[in-house]
C-alpha cells in the first residue's frame, strides 16, 4: 500500500510596487527539513488513523510551520497529487492551496524542520529540487495568475 501524506502549498501577497505585475508579488513558503538531504518543501506529512486529507494538511502545517487554519485562507479549484517512490516504497501526497490572511505572520518552525524562506516562483522551484515539485509550483502560480 502507497504511503499516504497531505499538506499545503502557502502562498503570500506582498504589496506590490505601482510598476510591478500582480504575480510578482506572490511568494511561496518552503521549510528545510533538518534531516536527510536537507531538502525543501511545503508542509506536509503522514494521515493519522480517523483523519480526513484536508485535516491532515491543516494538522501538519499547524506543527511544522506553527500556522493555524483561521490564519490561512484555503483557496478552492486547487488540489494536485503527486505519487513518487520513497526508499523503494510508493508514496502519493496530496497538497491544496493556501494563502497567508496576513502575510507578516510569523513561522513558528517544529525540531523536523531547520529553516524556511518565503521565496517568488523562480527561486521557490530552484530550492525545490524535484521535477514534480517545481511543475505543481508552476501550476500553481498560472493558477493564481489566470484567476486575477
Not at 61 to 85: M, N, V
Not at 105 to 119: C, D, G, R, V
Request: contains cysteine.
Amino acid at each position: 500500500m502507497a504511503v499516504r501524506a497531505c499538506g499545503l502549498i502557502i502562498y503570500r501577497r506582498l504589496q506590490p510596487a505601482p510598476s510591478s505585475k500582480v504575480s510578482d508579488s506572490i511568494e511561496y513558503l518552503l521549510l528545510q527539513t533538518s534531516y536527510g538531504t536537507h531538502h525543501w518543501t511545503p508542509p506536509k506529512g503522514h494521515v493519522d488513523p480517523g483523519e480526513d486529507d484536508l485535516q491532515t494538511a491543516f494538522r501538519e502545517t499547524q506543527e511544522e510551520a506553527g500556522l493555524q487554519a483561521s490564519q490561512l485562507t484555503l483557496i478552492e479549484g486547487y488540489k494536485k497529487e503527486l505519487h513518487y517512490p520513497v526508499h523503494g516504497k510508493p508514496k502519493t501526497v496530496v497538497y491544496w492551496l493556501a494563502e497567508m490572511k496576513d502575510c507578516n505572520t510569523e513561522i513558528k518552525l517544529s525540531e523536523e524542520h531547520q529553516a524556511f524562506q518565503w521565496l517568488k516562483l523562480e527561486d521557490a522551484c530552484k530550492f525545490a529540487e524535484y521535477e514534480d515539485m517545481q511543475a505543481m509550483l508552476k501550476e500553481v502560480h498560472q493558477f493564481l495568475c489566470s484567476r486575477e
